[in-house]
T-cell receptor
Framework: GENVEQHPSTLSVQEGDSAVIKCTYS??????FPWYKQELGKRPQLIID?????GEKKDQRIAVTLNKTAKHFSLHITETQPEDSAVYFC?????????????FGSGTRLSIRP | DAEITQSPRHKITETGRQVTLACHQT?????MFWYRQDLGHGLRLIHY???????NKGEVSDGYSVSRSNTEDLPLTLESAASSQTSVYFC???????????FGPGTRLTVL
C-alpha cells in the first residue's frame, strides 16, 4: 500500500542554524504534499504545502522542495528559532480525486538548542 | 467562526467498556477522518468518511467503528475498550476533493 518514510526521527540544531527534514513516498499518483507542525500537547497544523506542478515553494523561513522523479520532498527551515521546536509531519495524497485521504510520515521531533 | 471540536477532551475508562468519542465540524466539509497518535507511530488512520452514510476502514480499524448520519458529525466508537487503545485521538476534516485537513484539539483516552 501507500507509504511515506520520514527522516530523521529526531533532530537537534543550534538556534540560528538550518534544519532539513526529508520524506519519500511510494504512490506515484500523489500530487499534494503538506507539512504539519505539532507543538507539545496541541493539534497538528498545516504550515506549508506543495503541489506536483511546482518544484519549490517558500514562505518566509520555511521552504519545501519536491522531486517527483525520485519521489522525495523536503522541508527546510532557515534561521531556526526556539518556537520552531515541535514535531513535524510530512504527508502525501492524491488531491482532486475521490480518494482524498492523506498518508502521514512518522514525524520528526525538532529541538532548537539556545 | 467555523471550527472542529472533539469531546470529551480526556476520558478514562475500563477494559471491556464501550466508549464513544465525538467529533463535530461546522465547515460543512464532506470528508472526515479519525486518527490515533502514539509515540513512535505518528498519525495512523482509523476510519474515514467522504460523505453522509459513507464510511471506510483505515490502517488500524480493528476494534473501532464509525457512522455518518449527517455532514457535521463522525463519532468514533470503541466497542470493547482494550488497554492497547490507550492513545490520543484526533479527528480531522477537509472539503470535497481538497486534501488540506483541519484537525480537532484531540481526545486523550486511557483504558485501565
Amino acid at each position: 500500500g501507500e507509504n511515506v518514510e520520514q527522516h530523521p526521527s529526531t533532530l537537534s540544531v543550534q538556534e540560528g542554524d538550518s534544519a532539513v527534514i526529508k520524506c519519500t513516498y511510494s504512490d506515484s499518483a500523489s500530487n499534494y504534499f503538506p507539512w504539519y507542525k505539532q507543538e507539545l500537547g496541541k493539534r497538528p497544523q498545516l504550515i506549508i504545502d506543495i503541489r506536483s506542478n511546482v518544484g519549490e515553494k517558500k514562505d518566509q523561513r520555511i521552504a519545501v522542495t519536491l522531486n517527483k522523479t525520485a519521489k522525495h520532498f523536503s522541508l527546510h527551515i532557515t534561521e531556526t528559532q526556539p518556537e520552531d521546536s515541535a514535531v513535524y509531519f510530512c504527508a502525501a495524497s492524491r488531491e482532486y480525486s475521490s480518494a482524498s485521504k492523506i498518508i502521514f510520515g512518522s514525524g520528526t521531533r525538532l529541538s532548537i538548542r539556545p | 467562526d467555523a471550527e472542529i471540536t472533539q469531546s470529551p477532551r480526556h476520558k478514562i475508562t475500563e477494559t471491556g467498556r464501550q466508549v464513544t468519542l465525538a467529533c463535530h465540524q461546522t465547515w460543512n466539509h464532506n470528508n472526515m477522518f479519525w486518527y490515533r497518535q502514539d509515540l513512535g507511530h505518528g498519525l495512523r488512520l482509523i476510519h474515514y468518511s467522504y460523505g453522509v452514510h459513507d464510511t471506510n476502514k483505515g490502517e488500524v480499524s480493528d476494534g473501532y467503528s464509525v457512522s455518518r448520519s449527517n455532514t457535521e458529525d463522525l463519532p468514533l466508537t470503541l466497542e470493547s475498550a482494550a488497554s492497547s487503545q490507550t492513545s490520543v485521538y484526533f479527528c480531522a476534516s477537509s472539503p470535497r476533493g481538497y486534501n488540506e485537513q483541519f484537525f480537532g484539539p484531540g481526545t486523550r483516552l486511557t483504558v485501565l
